[in-house]
């Protein structure tokens, strides 16, 4: 048995970003037969709200997992400066809840820069093998525009942190795309590990009753998006494409979600831009039904010359069998994998007027929605298996642990 040391800032029960594969990976490994020890933040995302009563150092026992929860702020606006302040608060009340726990190995979760820094001094500074799982690079998010208020000297200066973080440490890639710059920072061994799909089971009830449920006509052509509604997915684009398919009477958007881009849909649903229903984030065991609902779905991303990861929604998006329409650089994870895939369309990002013709390209033709959406469920299920995901990741971190430093 190893003892692994995890720290990241998002953890169950959060539904959505790197949440759900922390838990799952850390579950795996006790499941396995290891002690683990997961140091990680209140869910708050993706509502960017969470209750100020829970504001204190807490350890519970979940699935065979040592949780040990550290009170950190949460900004109302998730733009650099309030995420400056999470990071440093959730990095702060870290490092006494990372100094009292030994182990074997400790495994650091970026893109959260302050569970990697911790991560890093608790390994090193006890000379440990240090691992990262990199689902997300920030100085990429910020460089890009990915993080609203991120100047240029705020996104040079996070990325000098991320590499001082990479350096030396044994690092897991969910995306082809993080590669390149992490052998640059002086990654010891990389790993390539795709995500597995969060949507295995088959949708809990008819397809009328679901969109009955949620407010959707019975006949509507269903434009489906299902996951954060955050900034760096380019929901200006949808509402732009949405205005120039209001002619097209049966088209409705459903979107289901939420985040800080919600108030700016609800807005453009209420004045006629977009003909369209906005509903809160569903039940994880609801949201096969909910993709079960739309004919096509949407992954809107704004332009970037690094992909940020793969978005999980796009693994779920595939595993449910309805096509995609992907609004993304040529250069980035998302369109590389609906290409791959055959799952789907893709479209230049900022540009409604092809998003929309996609739409109703589809729209017209339903034998190749069929064909789409089958090759993205055989994909998925192939290529983002959770078995294999888990045991990957289970050989990697006892690998790890393996380790001695020199």
Same mark, same amino acid.
């Given at each position: ?15 959505? %970003? ?45 699935? @065979? ?43 650091? #979760?970026?893109?959260?820069?302050? %569970? ?13 093998? #240090? ?21 240029p000297r705020i996104a ?5 942190v991320e590499r001082r ?11 082809? @795309? ?7 920072? %002086? ?27 949620? %407010? ?21 684009? #949808? ?81 449910? @069998?309805?096509?995609? #329409? ?79 430093? @020199?």
């Amino acid at each position: 048995m190893a003892r692994f040391l995890v720290t990241g800032l998002h953890y169950a029960p959060e539904p959505l %970003g790197n949440a759900p594969y922390t838990t799952a990976y850390a579950e795996a490994l006790a499941a396995a037969g290891h002690r683990v020890d997961v140091v990680t933040g209140y869910p708050h995302y993706p509502e960017w709200t969470s209750d100020r009563r829970e504001w204190r150092w807490r350890t519970e026992l979940v699935n @065979g997992v040592r949780v040990h929860r550290v009170p950190h702020l949460v900004p109302s606006t998730p733009d650099a400066k309030g995420r400056l302040l999470l990071e440093a608060s959730y990095g702060l009340a870290t490092l006494p809840e990372v100094a009292r726990r030994s182990a074997d190995a400790v495994i650091g #979760v970026i893109p959260t820069l302050s %569970g990697g820094l911790a991560a890093r001094l608790a390994g090193f500074g006890r000379r440990k093998p #240090v691992g990262l799982l990199v689902q997300d690079l920030v100085s990429a998010a910020a460089a890009h525009g990915g993080v609203p208020g991120a100047s240029p000297r705020i996104a040079s200066a996070v990325g000098a942190v991320e590499r001082r973080i990479v350096r030396g440490a044994h690092v897991v890639v969910v995306a082809r @795309g993080f590669e390149e710059p992490v052998v640059a920072a %002086g990654a010891r061994s990389v790993t390539y590990a795709p995500n597995f799909t969060t949507l295995a089971a088959a949708p809990t009830r008819p397809r009328e009753e679901t969109r009955a449920r949620l %407010g959707v006509a019975p006949d509507a052509f269903v434009v489906g998006y299902s996951g954060n509604l955050g900034f760096k997915q380019d929901f200006d684009t #949808v509402i732009a494409a949405a205005t120039l398919l209001r002619d097209e009477p049966d088209v409705c958007f459903l979107v289901v979600g939420e985040g800080s881009q919600r108030e700016r849909l609800a807005t453009a649903i209420a004045d006629g831009r977009m003909r369209g229903v906005l509903q809160p984030l569903q039940p994880s065991e609801e949201v096969p039904a909910v993709l079960d609902a739309a004919d096509v779905l949407l992954a809107p991303q704004r332009p970037t010359d690094i992909d940020m990861s793969i978005p999980s929604k796009l693994t779920a998006y595939f595993a449910s @069998g309805r096509p995609v #329409v992907a609004a993304a650089s040529p250069a980035s994870e998302t369109a590389a994998q609906v290409t791959t895939s055959c799952g789907g369309l893709v479209v230049p990002p900022e540009d409604p007027q092809a998003l929309a013709e996609a739409i109703r390209s589809l729209r017209a033709q339903e034998p190749l929605r069929e064909a789409l959406g089958a090759a993205g469920r055989a994909y998925a299920l192939d290529v983002f298996d959770r078995g294999r995901a888990e045991a990957r990741f289970v050989a990697w971190a006892e690998d790890l642990a393996a380790r001695r430093l @020199g």
